[in-house]
Structures are given as structure tokens and as C-alpha cells.
């Protein structure tokens, strides 16, 4: 069965960073491209980032440009997003996603201190 596991997420100051996690298992996870997707409170979800199978191709939405980095470690079957927050949209649910968003984890929360 085909798992995606988010992990990482909790508190962040304002120009402070993070790093998700996103455990992969059921699948053959160095054969698909993988990505995250995030949904702000009371917002839809909006894509952030996605990277090629290998790990050797990556594309960014504008907003996340620049601040976030994706990458991926095949051999743990693990994905990654490091994000350094500067705006209130970066405070949302965000989503490990498989090959173009047709599988989805459930999610791992990151929330502004204040």
C-alpha cells in the first residue's frame, strides 16, 4: 500500500526556517517525480515545489522562489523541503505529493510563533 508520511512541521518565527520531511514507502519511490503542495487556513491548496525522479531537476512557484529548497534522498526513500519563512501564506497544511499530485500524504502542519 502506498504510504506518504509528512513530518517536520510545528512553530517557526519570522525569518526562521524549517525542514520538512516526507517519508515514502509502497511504491518504487526513485522512479517517480515527487512534490509539495500547501493549504493556508480557510485557503485552497496552491503548489510549491516539485523535483525530477533523480533529483536532478527542480521548479519553484514565484512566491517560494529563492526561499525554499526541495530535495530528495533516494536511497531513504525520503523527500525534503527546507523553507524559510517571510509571509503569512508559508503558515499552512503542507503535502508530500507523488508524480503530478495523483497521490497525497496527510499533511504536516506549520504554524507562525508570535
Known amino acids: 500500500q502506498l504510504r506518504l508520511v509528512e513530518s517536520g512541521g510545528g512553530l517557526v518565527q519570522p525569518g526562521g526556517s524549517l525542514r520538512l520531511s516526507c517519508a515514502a514507502s509502497?511504491?518504487?519511490?526513485?522512479?517517480?517525480?515527487m512534490g509539495w503542495v500547501r493549504q493556508p487556513p480557510g485557503k485552497g491548496r496552491e503548489w510549491v515545489s516539485s523535483?525530477?525522479?533523480?533529483?536532478?531537476?527542480?521548479t519553484y512557484a514565484d512566491s517560494v522562489k529563492d526561499r525554499f529548497t526541495i530535495s530528495r534522498d533516494n536511497a531513504k526513500n525520503t523527500l525534503y523541503l527546507e523553507m524559510n519563512y517571510r509571509q503569512p501564506e508559508d503558515a499552512a497544511v503542507f503535502f508530500c505529493?507523488?508524480?503530478?499530485?495523483?497521490?497525497w500524504g496527510q499533511g504536516t502542519q506549520v504554524t507562525v510563533s508570535s
Open positions: 505529493t507523488k508524480s503530478n499530485e495523483v497521490e
Open positions: 509502497g511504491f518504487t519511490f526513485s522512479g517517480y517525480a
Open positions: 523535483i525530477s525522479n533523480r533529483g536532478g531537476s527542480t
